[in-house]
């Protein structure tokens, strides 16, 4: 209880600070995103360096949330950075629950064991074979709805009448809770799943106060059921991004509910990876198995969450039908193909990523737009899958961006690199004129003297 305490009075220290550091970032936001506005308008990867390093000011704009990274450091990511326990007495070593959690370094053996099917041949099963596995697997998925339409925002939020959280029930067992563009214009996707024993939530969404936005209260309301005691929760992140975790405060000081941390090391403690970021790590929640993927590219804690019940896959902002932001393109590449070779004997249902920001038309909507009419279907399928791991493998070094069919790949690292780099020439150009304008006024007024 001391401990839970102590925990809970670092994260309120580090939330002010990390409140603090955002305004900063978000008065940087504005200035930056003000510099233009149509890049998602060019189609094409490949610009010759001296026009990219011209747009990559420009370009800027598609930069999310460029606070986060003087946020993360103003605010030091401490206060989510270890595992939090609440009043929980249900858990293991290390604040993990023992009979919860198992970690297994090869995916097939992962698959093997959810699914009972052999491979056969040390896994070199033929095609065949391959094929009548997933048929028989996806026999054996629980069906659900995504029959739904999304909640747009307003032009006018002040009139808006939107709930702050739209719950869609996919199944009995199952929810995607999304945040109002009205809340926040990020609007992120959070997914309940309940097990027989306890439950799982992906992400808490991107608003700190319950009275904007109740995460904790709305989730609360669907675990309690008539007559029996509310099922323990783990609250956990797809990656470490602020619109995926303020809400991990209304958590606080719930009885059983565990929050995981969000740098890779927590991360890799809780589920208990051994060698980061290979390996898949299998949660149990009572009769409905997790498995847990390492995928660092967009964030170098990010996680893919695969429900071997209903055969969904969760993405975070790795996939989604949106803007896709690679802040480390190598290793974005090796989560992607290991992301390919899971879901390879693996029935995918539907691939659910983080965010919506593309209409019907595959349009792109603006960065920081409140109101999104015309949205396409969240759902995405394995094909986007292997899109993505083709579009990064044409994604080149020295490339900023990139429009697919169903999503847009951005890349921050070079964003920033060149954002940096015109800075430091500005900066440079700056002090040459001051040092000319001084030896000016020097000359000048020696020869007046003279």
């Known amino acids: 209880?001391?401990?839970?305490?102590?925990?809970?009075?670092?994260?309120?220290?580090?939330?002010?600070?990390?409140?603090?550091?955002?305004?900063?970032?978000?008065?940087?936001?504005?200035?930056?995103?003000?510099?233009?506005?149509?890049?998602?308008?060019?189609?094409?990867?490949?610009?010759?360096?001296?026009?990219?390093?011209?747009?990559?000011?420009v370009a800027a704009v598609f930069v999310p949330r460029p606070y986060e990274a003087a946020g993360e450091i103003l605010a030091g990511n401490r206060p989510s950075a270890e595992v939090v326990l609440v009043e929980g007495d249900a858990e293991g070593p290390d604040?993990?629950?023992?009979?919860?959690?198992?970690?297994?370094?090869?995916?097939?053996k992962t698959f093997e064991q959810a699914s009972s099917v052999a491979s056969g041949d040390g896994g070199n099963a033929s095609e065949m074979e391959s094929s009548s596995s997933k048929a028989v697997l996806a026999e054996q998925v629980t069906p659900g709805s995504m029959e739904v339409d999304w909640i747009s925002?307003?032009?006018?939020?002040?009139?808006?009448?939107?709930?702050?959280?739209?719950?869609?029930?996919?199944?009995?067992?199952?929810?995607?809770?999304?945040?109002?563009?009205?809340?926040?214009?990020?609007?992120?996707?959070?997914y309940l799943l309940i097990g027989q024993?306890?439950?799982?939530?992906?992400?808490?969404?991107?608003?700190?106060?319950?009275?904007?936005?109740?995460?904790?209260?709305?989730?609360?309301?669907?675990?309690?059921?008539?007559?029996?005691?509310?099922?323990?929760?783990?609250?956990?992140?797809?990656?470490?991004?602020?619109?995926?975790?303020?809400?991990?405060?209304?958590f606080l000081g719930l009885p059983d509910v565990v929050v995981v941390g969000n740098e890779p090391a927590e991360v890799q403690r809780f589920f208990g990876f051994d060698n980061w970021p290979e390996g898949v790590a299998s949660f149990d929640l009572g009769g409905r198995i997790l498995e847990i993927l390492p995928i660092p590219g967009h964030h170098p804690a990010g996680i893919a969450v695969y429900d071997t019940l209903t055969g969904i896959l969760l993405t975070g902002d790795n996939l989604l039908p949106g803007r896709i932001y690679v802040s480390d393109l190598d290793s974005f590449r090796a989560s992607?193909?290991?992301?390919?070779?899971?879901?390879?004997?693996?029935?995918?249902?539907?691939?659910?990523?983080?965010?919506?920001?593309?209409?019907?038309q595959g349009e792109l909507y603006g960065p920081q737009s409140t109101y999104r009419p015309d949205q396409r279907d969240l759902q995405m399928t394995r094909e986007h899958v292997l899109a993505l791991d083709q579009a990064l493998g044409d994604f080149g070094r020295y490339t900023f961006y990139s429009a697919?069919?169903?999503?847009?790949?951005?890349?921050?690292?070079?964003?920033?690199?060149?954002?940096?780099?015109?800075?430091?020439?500005?900066?440079?150009?700056?002090?040459?004129?001051?040092?000319?304008?001084?030896?000016?006024?020097?000359?000048?007024?020696v020869s007046t003297l003279t």
Request: net charge negative; hydrophobic share 40%.
């Open 1 to 57: 209880m001391a401990q839970a305490n102590e925990i809970r009075s670092r994260t309120r220290l580090g939330s002010e600070t990390e409140n603090r550091a955002m305004n900063i970032g978000s008065t940087l936001q504005e200035i930056t995103r003000a510099l233009v506005g149509q890049v998602d308008k060019i189609r094409g990867s490949e610009y010759p360096i001296i026009l990219g390093l011209v747009l990559l000011a």
């Open 95 to 108: 604040g993990r629950d023992g009979d919860a959690l198992t970690s297994i370094s090869n995916s097939d």
């Open 153 to 190: 925002g307003s032009p006018d939020c002040a009139k808006s009448d939107e709930p702050a959280i739209q719950v869609h029930q996919y199944d009995p067992a199952t929810y995607i809770l999304r945040q109002s563009l009205c809340a926040d214009f990020e609007a992120p996707f959070m």
């Open 197 to 250: 024993t306890r439950a799982f939530l992906l992400d808490t969404g991107a608003v700190a106060a319950e009275d904007v936005a109740p995460v904790a209260a709305t989730v609360m309301d669907l675990l309690a059921k008539e007559g029996q005691p509310r099922l323990p929760l783990t609250v956990a992140h797809s990656h470490g991004h602020f619109d995926h975790r303020r809400g991990d405060g209304q």
């Open 336 to 360: 992607s193909q290991r992301l390919v070779e899971f879901i390879e004997n693996r029935p995918v249902t539907y691939v659910l990523g983080g965010h919506l920001e593309m209409d019907n």
């Open 404 to 445: 697919q069919d169903a999503f847009a790949l951005v890349n921050q690292g070079n964003i920033l690199k060149g954002i940096g780099g015109m800075l430091a020439l500005f900066v440079g150009a700056l002090v040459l004129f001051g040092f000319r304008f001084i030896r000016g006024r020097r000359s000048r007024a």
